[in-house]
């Protein structure tokens, strides 16, 4: 098998909101540089995206919304569908830059689809607010849900999501809720302390397909240990007894504790963790397939580019040691762009990310998510929701 696909170019930097927008490309771009003078992404060939048609597009989006998205640029403000707003400012060749990301991610599916990889890579996608007719927290097109449905109609019948972003995965959850060839789970800040409101451990999936939509909703200053004790309490189970034949996962690094727009408080280290997590569940349960995107994170410099860089590497099988320093030349030359930033020196916060197993004696402030959400959906699975061995 040769080496796991890393999609990747330059042009993806072209989805940029503007002005002030957290949202911004940069993050992409010191990702990539960091893994390049880490020696991660040496010798790997990139896979050069195109944009994905109108077609791919309406896999899940309305012909409406996709024709409001073509002429924002030229109709000004009052567009519709959430477009022209603070959080989805209208801005040329948003259909071009939008459908390219989705072109991205379709991309990865595709080199997993033909057997030509396992896994795949891409740290541009991960819109995973964008919903059927409208644009929704920064996102235009839902590169993962059309991913998804792509799969669905190209041999695989049983897809798992994993969402670790800060946000709910609202629009994918949305896609698929009535759909029980997918399931979706999203960890995230409490739908009542953070936009966007959804995400509560009652939304289990529509007719016909309870219990495929899972959310386990933490509170606010929920650390490394305390995230992983709710994960591990919920999803290997789920993905034991579902058995998808790929997984994808969202790996939003807003759930940081710097990132300026949400209140977990994770780490660099919880991030690796992580990742090196999902990567052994897509070996285990998903016969070694794994579709990986990008999504939210808004500490631009000191957290985006090292968390999104341990993701490549743990993609790659290039494990990096968190005690890897960040390299000088990298540090000089943000250093010049940005002088008032801190930059950071090694590739770890320094964060314990030992986490004790659900089940103990003990009552952390994360086990009302894991029981409220174990209670919900695992008797759809056949599993015990109160028994820690399920
Ligand atoms: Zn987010």
Same mark, same amino acid.
């Given at each position: ?34 893994a390049t003078e880490l020696g991660v992404l040496e010798d790997i060939p990139l896979l050069v995206p195109e944009p994905a048609s109108d077609d791919e597009l309406r896999r899940v989006h309305s012909d409406e919304y996709l024709a409001a998205v073509k002429q924002a640029p030229l109709a000004g403000w009052d567009v519709g569908h959430g477009l022209g707003t603070t959080d989805n400012p ?142 591990? *309490? %919920?999803?290997?189970?789920?993905? $034991?007894? #579902?058995?998808?034949?790929? @997984? ?5 690094? /807003? ?58 590497a743990t993609v790659l099988d290039r494990d990096l040691d968190p005690g890897t320093p960040v390299p000088p030349g990298w540090r000089t030359s943000v250093g010049r762009a940005a002088p008032n930033a801190e930059l950071p020196l090694k590739m770890t916060d320094g964060a314990e990310t030992e986490y004790r197993a659900w089940g103990d004696e003990r009552d952390e402030p994360v086990d009302? *998510? %894991?029981?409220?959400?174990?209670? $919900?959906? #695992?008797?759809?699975?056949? @599993? ?5 061995? /399920?």
């Amino acid at each position: 098998m040769p080496h796991p696909a890393v999609v990747w170019d330059s042009a993806l930097l072209k989805y940029d909101l503007g002005g002030e927008h957290p949202f911004n490309p940069v993050r992409l771009e010191l990702t990539i540089r960091l893994a390049t003078e880490l020696g991660v992404l040496e010798d790997i060939p990139l896979l050069v995206p195109e944009p994905a048609s109108d077609d791919e597009l309406r896999r899940v989006h309305s012909d409406e919304y996709l024709a409001a998205v073509k002429q924002a640029p030229l109709a000004g403000w009052d567009v519709g569908h959430g477009l022209g707003t603070t959080d989805n400012p209208v801005f040329s060749d948003m259909h071009d830059a939008t459908a390219l990301v989705v072109g991205s991610t379709l991309l990865g599916a595709r080199a997993i689809a033909e057997g030509a990889t396992r896994r795949a890579v891409n740290i541009a996608g991960g819109l995973h607010h964008a919903m059927r007719d409208h644009a929704s927290g920064f996102c235009v097109y839902n590169d993962c849900a059309v991913a998804i449905s792509w799969l669905l109609d190209h041999g695989f019948e049983r897809i798992a999501y994993v969402d670790t972003d800060v946000h709910h995965g609202d629009g994918v959850q949305t896609a698929f809720y009535s759909d029980p060839r997918v399931l979706t789970v999203s960890l995230h800040q409490h739908p009542f302390t953070l936009w966007p409101g959804t995400g509560y451990s009652a939304e289990t999936g529509g007719p016909g397909a309870e219990g495929t939509a899972v959310n386990i909703p933490l509170p606010p200053g929920t650390r490394d240990p305390g995230w992983l004790r709710a994960f591990h *309490a %919920v999803v290997p189970s789920l993905l $034991a007894e #579902f058995r998808p034949q790929v @997984l994808v996962t969202q790996c939003g690094v /807003d759930s940081h504790e710097e990132d300026p727009l949400a209140d977990l408080s994770l780490s660099v280290d919880g991030h690796r963790t992580i990742y090196r997590t999902l990567r052994a569940l897509a070996e285990e349960h998903a016969e070694g397939r794994w579709l990986a995107v990008g999504g939210g994170g808004y500490q631009l410099i000191r957290v985006v580019p090292r968390s999104w860089t341990h993701l490549l590497a743990t993609v790659l099988d290039r494990d990096l040691d968190p005690g890897t320093p960040v390299p000088p030349g990298w540090r000089t030359s943000v250093g010049r762009a940005a002088p008032n930033a801190e930059l950071p020196l090694k590739m770890t916060d320094g964060a314990e990310t030992e986490y004790r197993a659900w089940g103990d004696e003990r009552d952390e402030p994360v086990d009302v *998510a %894991v029981r409220d959400t174990r209670r $919900a959906v #695992f008797p759809a699975h056949g @599993l015990d929701p109160d028994d820690p061995r /399920d």
